[in-house]
């Protein structure tokens, strides 16, 4: 079966053309600029990458492109749409009653619809990208991949926050989490690597959006993203975890609104509203080593933040087995790997930086210093393919 994988943003949507025989990619891309003056990149394996500007109105459109590139005689590398077995749509929030991944039909899209509330950002992109979708090809079938759907396994004490618990009833406020489909992919890689089914793992997905899940037996028991993804560790440009009342109390000392706060919090902090700099983790450490204090500052807060949720986990599992890095800062930065790790010998946790700092960017690896209880482990993520698999396995 060849399984089309589809991750639709407000103004993009990326693909991937997979063939589950093998679990190979035949051909992927992205579509930029929708409703301005969009522009696609088509890329197959072992050829040369296609890009155009074209007329992209709105999804249905970039889809629409989409399929006729990968049918085209001479681009694609299908012979027609019928070949194309279903779709897997990349879903950030499932709420709370799309708790696994689902065939998706009237009933997920209206519900879908009712909770963009919450999910204001990836929301409407995901539903457009769905409903686009259905439309070009009704005769398939359509699976939504949740990235909160992983952390069905939590337990209330862990998602229900410490607020008046009718507010939870009413508005289903509660720590949702999200990166999921990273999180249970790069844990099962890491208890195949173990040879140890029961692991207790630790996975840091650090990008310029960060989360940091624990796990057992592949199960998630917390993570560090909760109500939205600003919950948590500094990222490029979220604050992560503030005490509550600093939002408030700028809002007043300010004289701005809640969407404005939202707006500061989510869009100007994090690495950028500390060093100034850059959202860009690379540009920050840059500057850092070129004496920008700020800078440093900025690291060394994110630093901070990740060694006590690590060191959170670890109390909370009564253990830990392995720490994982993953996505473009944790696969790809040997420098940050080794700061977060360093002074972290009590807990077991020692990296070997003759492997780790010479280690090419996205390549899987074990870089623990030899003798070291609990194993570090570097492993790049591939959402996509696991969005591939879980359609491939509901409509088999």
Known sequence: MKVLVVNAGS???????FDMENGSVLAKGLCERIGIDGVITHKRPGKENYKSSAELGDHKAAITLVLNLLCDPELGVISSISEIGAV???VAHGGERLRASSVIGDAEIEYLESIVEINPLHG???????????????????????????????????????????????????????????????CAKAME???NKDAKVITCHLGNGSSITASVGGKAV??????????????????????????????????????????????????????????????????????????????????????????????????????VFTAGIGENDGIVRDLICKDMSY????????????????????????????????????????IALDTFNLVK
């Open 347 to 386: 807990l077991g946790i020692e990296i070997d930086n003759d492997i780790n700092l010479k280690l090419p960017r996205g390549t899987q690896a074990d870089i623990t210093k030899a003798g070291a209880k609990v194993r570090t482990l570097v492993i790049p993520t591939d959402e996509e393919y696991m």
């Open 193 to 195: 690597m173990l040879g």
């Open 124 to 186: 409407p992109p995901a539903i457009s990208g769905i409903k686009a979708c259905k439309s070009v090809m009704p005769n398939v079938k359509h699976v939504g991949v949740f990235d909160t759907s992983y952390y069905s396994t939590v337990e209330e004490k862990a998602y229900i926050y410490p607020i008046p618990y009718e507010l939870y009833e009413k508005y289903k406020i509660r720590r949702y989490g999200f990166h999921g489909t990273s999180h249970r992919f790069v």
């Open 11 to 17: 103004s993009s949507l990326k693909y991937q053309l």
């Open 222 to 323: 917390d993570t560090s993203m909760g109500f939205t993804p600003q919950e948590g560790v500094p990222m490029g440009t979220r604050s992560g975890s503030v005490d509550p009342t600093v939002v408030t109390y700028i809002m007043k000392k300010e004289g701005i609104t809640a969407d404005e706060a939202e707006k500061l919090l989510n869009s100007k902090s994090g690495l950028l509203g500390v060093s100034g700099v850059s959202s860009d983790c690379r540009d920050v450490l840059i500057a850092q080593g070129e004496g920008n204090k700020r800078a440093a500052l900025a690291m060394d807060i994110l630093v901070h933040y990740i060694k006590k949720i690590i060191g959170s986990y670890i109390a909370e599992m009564n253990g830990v087995d392995a720490l």
């Open 88 to 90: 897997g749509h990349r």
